[in-house]
């Protein structure tokens, strides 16, 4: 009998959900027969069985059925579905507990030390001592903080997570994490004294290349440890006044600074145990929330592929890795007294660290170390600050005296994307998107993880959000920055181009296209790739708020041609000094994509319902699209400023109005494509549309010549030269192994990666033609340059894959398509293929045609 396999909301690890109505997803085992309906029982703490049973197929995000749960409410919970054949065995039973729902379950107070609270004095400890009964039978730890908190109960730190609680848009709304402390409790005994160590984190860090302190002058802890006895009772302690402060040996600590940390001092605990300052308690508390997304940890290590001596002389180690994290340093030998000193950087030039591209972040660490023998080795780590890195220089010790490795840190995020195809190059461009991906999703989706930066950059999202919804479950992390978004977004409807927004009051006016569409494609996207509808229902507001405000900023002609853009931002021609300087004209990119949020607004109103909504959105759309046919495109197809990005928006986006348009654009745009020798011209927003519209324009092959260009600018001309992460230029570094002259050059920036997206859903062929993969399209696009591709993707439905070979003129697809989901199939072949397939694996051995 099949068991279905069941997941709640979004399938976070937290013991304790952010909401009380937890939608379920099942999947079911391969080979199953079709669901026809489904059963769901909760069984309370008290053995009270509630069960709901209803027709239908629906197996994703699935509405919870019953009364909400009240905060701190567990139940367990089971499905079974039921098939032509009867009812199926009931799944494993998933714990579902409520978190903190409401401002009203908290009697914890956020608390800040009085004595030595300003920006720039040491990491405080905040403490007290706790009574723990005998009969413990469970306890949570419900925690926030301004600035980060790490807390120890007894000797034990609590969770595995770094930086909690993360980054929001702290003027609005501040996330709190939930852990379970049952053990940490019955390891102490009877008495156990509970420690918080702050941050200064984002909430009190240096931001911006200003580094301008955006929020608080004050950081705080709020802390409630509730524990359940096995008589019934619940036990609160919460941070309060009665705590206790104490300056730690953390001197400095800052996420683009670094950390200095004296270590003859008394470590932290040691701290707590003699703290004696008072504390204040902080009133302006911005509006607390359960975290949607998951904790930041440590995801990996990487251990040194090598060290030697630069040319004066410093001692550098290569980790073989562009990574985000830290050193950890096992330090064996050390005189009392001795300074250590660790600076970063992404790539070496001319021998030496290339620091440069950091700008302002001075990304290092310092450690003053007491007398260490070998026998009792201690260990450092910087876990107040990150830094984006693969090489690193060490000061002050000799490398026989310390064993090094670094500690990778992300949001943990589970993985469900996988590509490979037969040319290794492309396979290390997919790798260099995942890393790039790994190390700007911690907690805020970012530009680059290294200089003086490091923000929620709208326009970098944008493009790249299909391909993070594609490598790994981002449903709870970009909710989460959506709602921060909503939060920023301002009252006549603009959106920010960074969120959570530090840039206010600077540049306090600024929207732009492609970047404040965030608000409108990233929701978009989540219900695509995950049929996350509720995602759409709340960003709602936002959406067409925004989609409001791009219109106003049209006026009268439709067309959005006046006002600040980045526009096609990094358009390999712009001079390194001017990144806004593309061949694209600015407002045929600002007008595209006022079609492209007027059509998404106008899907989204119609799949919630909006009738009246979807009417009105589609009317503009029309206007907008016949307004820029008029002012842009020529009958035989010919887009104002002629180039590679405007080609590829017009035909992506679908802003020409008949067949001769449509083929003289795609004929232009084969013909540059074709000129340019297949390199790459176009920057942030041609780039993530260029490969489909070659491919709309009938010219795969062109798409393919394009990928596999290893020339300047192209994606393998960065692999080529032995990147390990995407960079932000085509040409971050130069040919000649020298960094760009530019005062803006990562080596880390994932928006060009989101051509990883289009490798699953063309190369290899596997895309969603219905939200969540409900319905998959399987259409490789087998042009003879490569001769195997595969992809595989944990889909809500269960696992999707594609693989196919091409050998002596046959071409051999497999398809996996998982229990509830069905396949449409297009393959480059004049043999006959079902146009569709049902759950389960088929295997196509065809005759291959090429496509062009
Ligand atoms: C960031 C970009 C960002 C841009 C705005 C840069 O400094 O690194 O990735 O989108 O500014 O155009």
Same mark, same amino acid.
């Given at each position: 009998?099949?068991?279905?396999?069941?997941?709640?909301?979004?399938?976070?690890?937290?013991?304790?959900?952010?909401?009380?109505?937890?939608?379920?997803?099942?999947?079911?085992?391969?080979?199953?027969?079709?669901?026809?309906?489904?059963?769901?029982?909760?069984?309370?703490?008290?053995?009270?069985?509630?069960?709901?049973?209803?027709?239908?197929?629906?197996?994703?995000?699935?509405?919870?059925?019953?009364?909400?749960?009240?905060?701190?409410?567990?139940?367990?919970?089971?499905?079974?579905?039921?098939?032509?054949?009867?009812?199926?065995?009931?799944?494993?039973?998933?714990?579902?507990?409520?978190?903190?729902?409401?401002?009203?379950?908290?009697?914890?107070?956020?608390?800040?030390?009085?004595?030595?609270?300003?920006?720039?004095?040491?990491?405080?400890?905040?403490?007290?001592?706790?009574?723990?009964?005998?009969?413990?039978?469970?306890?949570?730890?419900?925690?926030?903080?301004?600035?980060?908190?790490?807390?120890?109960?007894?000797?034990?730190?609590?969770?595995?997570?770094?930086?909690?609680?993360?980054?929001?848009?702290?003027?609005?709304?501040?996330?709190?994490?939930?852990?379970?402390?049952?053990?940490?409790?019955?390891?102490?005994?009877?008495?156990?004294?509970?420690?918080?160590?702050?941050?200064?984190?984002?909430?009190?860090?240096?931001? *911006?290349?200003?580094?301008?302190?955006? %929020?608080?002058?004050?950081?705080?802890?709020?802390?409630?440890?509730?524990?359940?006895?096995?008589?019934?009772?619940?036990?609160?302690?919460?941070?309060?006044?009665?705590?206790?402060?104490?300056?730690?040996?953390?001197?400095?600590?800052?996420?683009?600074?670094?950390?200095?940390?004296?270590?003859?001092?008394?470590?932290?605990?040691?701290?707590?145990?003699?703290?004696?300052?008072?504390?204040?308690?902080?009133?302006?508390?911005?509006?607390?929330?359960?975290?949607?997304?998951?904790?930041?940890?440590?995801?990996?290590?990487?251990?040194?592929?090598?060290?030697?001596?630069?040319?004066?002389?410093?001692?550098?180690?290569?980790?073989?890795?562009?990574?985000?994290?830290?050193?950890?340093?096992?330090?064996?030998?050390?005189?009392?007294?001795?300074?250590?000193?660790?600076?970063?950087?992404?790539?070496?030039?001319?021998?030496?660290?290339? *620091?440069?591209?950091?700008?302002?972040?001075?990304?290092?660490?310092?450690?003053?170390?007491?007398?260490?023998?070998?026998?009792?080795?201690?260990?450092?780590?910087?876990?107040?600050?990150?830094?984006?890195?693969?090489?690193?220089?060490?000061?002050?010790?000799?490398?026989?005296?310390?064993?090094?490795?670094?500690?990778?840190?992300?949001?943990?995020?589970?993985?469900?994307?996988?590509?490979?195809?037969?040319?290794?190059?492309?396979?290390?461009?997919?790798?260099?998107?995942?890393?790039?991906?790994?190390?700007?999703?911690?907690?805020?989706?970012?530009?680059?993880?290294?200089?003086?930066?490091?923000?929620?950059?709208?326009?970098?999202?944008?493009?790249?959000?299909?391909?993070?919804?594609?490598?790994?479950?981002?449903?709870?992390?970009?909710?989460?920055?959506?709602?921060?978004?909503?939060?920023?977004?301002?009252?006549?409807?603009?959106?920010?181009?960074?969120?959570?927004?530090?840039? !206010?009051?600077?540049?306090?006016?600024?929207?732009?296209?492609?970047?404040?569409?965030?608000?409108?494609?990233?929701?978009?996207?989540?219900?695509?790739?995950?049929?996350?509808?509720?995602?759409?229902?709340?960003?709602?507001?936002?959406?067409?708020?925004?989609?409001?405000?791009?219109?106003?900023?049209?006026?009268?002609?439709?067309?959005?041609?006046?006002?600040?853009?980045?526009?096609?931002?990094?358009?390999?021609?712009?001079?390194?000094?001017?990144?806004?300087?593309?061949?694209?004209?600015?407002?045929?990119?600002?007008?595209?994509?006022?079609?492209?949020?007027?059509?998404?607004?106008?899907?989204?109103?119609?799949?919630?319902?909006?009738?009246?909504?979807?009417?009105?959105?589609?009317?503009?759309?029309?206007?907008?699209?016949?307004?820029?046919?008029?002012?842009?495109?020529?009958?035989?197809?010919?887009?104002?400023?002629?180039?590679?990005?405007?080609?590829?928006?017009?035909?992506?986006?679908?802003?020409?109005?008949?067949?001769?348009?449509?083929?003289?654009?795609?004929?232009?745009?084969?013909?540059?494509?074709?000129?340019?020798?297949?390199?790459?011209?176009?920057?942030?927003?041609?780039?993530?549309?260029?490969?489909?519209?070659?491919?709309?324009?009938?010219?795969?092959?062109?798409?393919?010549?394009?990928?596999?260009?290893?020339?300047?600018?192209?994606?393998?001309?960065?692999?080529?030269?032995?990147?390990?992460?995407?960079?932000?230029?085509?040409?971050?570094?130069?040919?000649?192994?020298?960094?760009?002259?530019?005062?803006?050059?990562?080596?880390?920036?994932?928006? %060009?990666?989101?051509?990883?997206?289009?490798?699953?859903?063309? !190369?290899?062929?596997?895309?969603?033609?219905?939200?969540?993969?409900?319905?998959?399209?399987?259409?490789?696009?087998?042009?003879?340059?490569?001769?195997?591709?595969?992809?595989?993707?944990?889909?809500?439905?269960?696992?999707?894959?594609?693989?196919?070979?091409?050998?002596?003129?046959?071409?051999?697809?497999?398809?996996?398509?998982?229990?509830?989901?069905?396949?449409?199939?297009?393959?480059?072949?004049?043999?006959?293929?079902?146009?569709?397939?049902?759950?389960?694996?088929?295997?196509?051995?065809?005759?291959?045609?090429?496509?062009?």
């Amino acid at each position: 009998m099949s068991s279905p396999f069941l997941t709640l909301e979004h399938d976070l690890t937290a013991p304790a959900l952010p909401t009380g109505s937890p939608r379920l997803s099942w999947t079911i085992p391969p080979g199953s027969p079709a669901q026809t309906g489904y059963a769901v029982e909760v069984t309370a703490v008290d053995g009270t069985v509630r069960r709901s049973e209803h027709d239908g197929d629906e197996s994703v995000l699935v509405a919870w059925p019953f009364e909400p749960l009240a905060s701190r409410e567990q139940v367990e919970v089971r499905v079974r579905t039921r098939a032509a054949d009867g009812w199926g065995g009931w799944s494993e039973p998933v714990i579902a507990e409520a978190s903190l729902l409401d401002a009203s379950d908290w009697q914890a107070r956020m608390i800040s030390p009085r004595e030595g609270h300003a920006a720039g004095d040491p990491a405080p400890v905040l403490t007290t001592e706790i009574d723990i009964p005998d009969d413990v039978v469970s306890a949570r730890l419900y925690l926030t903080a301004l600035g980060t908190a790490t807390v120890w109960i007894g000797d034990r730190r609590v969770g595995e997570d770094y930086l909690a609680p993360g980054w929001n848009a702290y003027r609005h709304r501040l996330e709190h994490r939930v852990h379970d402390v049952t053990d940490h409790l019955l390891a102490a005994g009877p008495r156990a004294r509970v420690a918080a160590v702050l941050g200064n984190g984002w909430y009190r860090g240096e931001l *911006t290349w200003d580094l301008r302190l955006c %929020y608080g002058d004050r950081i705080g802890v709020q802390a409630q440890l509730e524990i359940e006895t096995a008589s019934g009772e619940r036990i609160v302690h919460g941070t309060g006044p009665d705590w206790r402060a104490a300056a730690t040996g953390v001197l400095a600590d800052d996420l683009y600074g670094g950390q200095t940390t004296d270590l003859r001092r008394p470590g932290a605990l040691e701290t707590a145990a003699q703290a004696s300052g008072a504390v204040d308690v902080l009133d302006d508390v911005p509006a607390l929330e359960p975290a949607l997304g998951p904790d930041v940890r440590e995801v990996g290590t990487l251990s040194p592929l090598g060290n030697w001596r630069s040319p004066s002389g410093a001692q550098l180690v290569d980790f073989g890795q562009n990574l985000v994290g830290w050193l950890r340093i096992r330090v064996l030998r050390a005189a009392d007294g001795q300074q250590l000193r660790v600076r970063h950087a992404e790539v070496i030039e001319h021998g030496e660290l290339g *620091t440069r591209p950091l700008r302002k972040a001075r990304a290092e660490d310092v450690w003053t170390l007491p007398a260490v023998g070998p026998e009792e080795p201690l260990v450092l780590e910087p876990t107040l600050t990150f830094h984006g890195f693969r090489y690193a220089e060490i000061e002050g010790i000799a490398l026989e005296d310390i064993e090094l490795e670094a500690a990778v840190i992300s949001s943990d995020l589970n993985r469900i994307g996988w590509f490979e195809c037969s040319d290794p190059e492309v396979n290390r461009l997919h790798e260099n998107v995942v890393w790039g991906m790994r190390g700007n999703f911690v907690d805020v989706p970012t530009d680059c993880p290294q200089r003086d930066e490091r923000l929620g950059w709208t326009g970098d999202l944008q493009v790249f959000a299909p391909t993070a919804a594609t490598l790994c479950d981002v449903r709870g992390f970009l909710t989460s920055w959506l709602r921060d978004l909503a939060a920023d977004q301002r009252a006549d409807g603009t959106v920010p181009v960074v969120i959570p927004d530090v840039l !206010v009051p600077d540049v306090d006016s600024q929207f732009a296209a492609g970047w404040s569409d965030a608000a409108v494609v990233v929701p978009w996207v989540l219900y695509e790739r995950y049929g996350d509808l509720a995602v759409l229902e709340t960003q709602y507001p936002s959406m067409t708020a925004w989609a409001a405000a791009e219109y106003a900023a049209a006026g009268e002609s439709r067309l959005w041609d006046t006002g600040f853009q980045y526009g096609d931002w990094l358009d390999p021609t712009a001079p390194p000094e001017d990144a806004a300087a593309a061949k694209a004209d600015k407002g045929v990119v600002a007008t595209a994509y006022l079609v492209r949020t007027l059509d998404l607004v106008a899907r989204t109103a119609r799949v919630l319902g909006k009738h009246d909504d979807a009417a009105s959105h589609t009317e503009r759309a029309d206007a907008v699209r016949a307004a820029f046919r008029e002012a842009y495109v020529r009958a035989d197809g010919h887009v104002l400023s002629d180039c590679q990005t405007v080609y590829s928006l017009a035909l992506a986006y679908d802003l020409l109005g008949t067949d001769e348009e449509r083929a003289g654009a795609g004929r232009r745009l084969a013909e540059l494509v074709e000129e340019a020798d297949a390199h790459v011209s176009t920057g942030f927003l041609g780039t993530p549309v260029i490969l489909d519209a070659l491919c709309l324009a009938g010219r795969p092959d062109l798409a393919h010549r394009m990928l596999l260009q290893r020339g300047n600018p192209s994606w393998l001309y960065s692999v080529s030269m032995g990147a390990t992460t995407i960079w932000e230029r085509w040409d971050s570094l130069l040919e000649d192994g020298t960094i760009n002259p530019s005062g803006m050059t990562s080596f880390n920036h994932y928006a %060009y990666g989101a051509v990883a997206d289009w490798l699953y859903r063309s !190369v290899a062929g596997l895309a969603p033609a219905a939200p969540g993969y409900r319905e998959i399209a399987v259409a490789p696009l087998v042009t003879g340059d490569l001769t195997r591709a595969s992809a595989r993707l944990l889909t809500p439905y269960g696992e999707a894959a594609v693989s196919w070979v091409l050998r002596e003129g046959r071409l051999v697809v497999g398809v996996t398509v998982p229990s509830g989901s069905t396949a449409t199939i297009a393959l480059p072949t004049d043999d006959d293929v079902p146009a569709q397939v049902g759950p389960g694996r088929h295997t196509f051995d065809v005759a291959w045609r090429s496509p062009v």
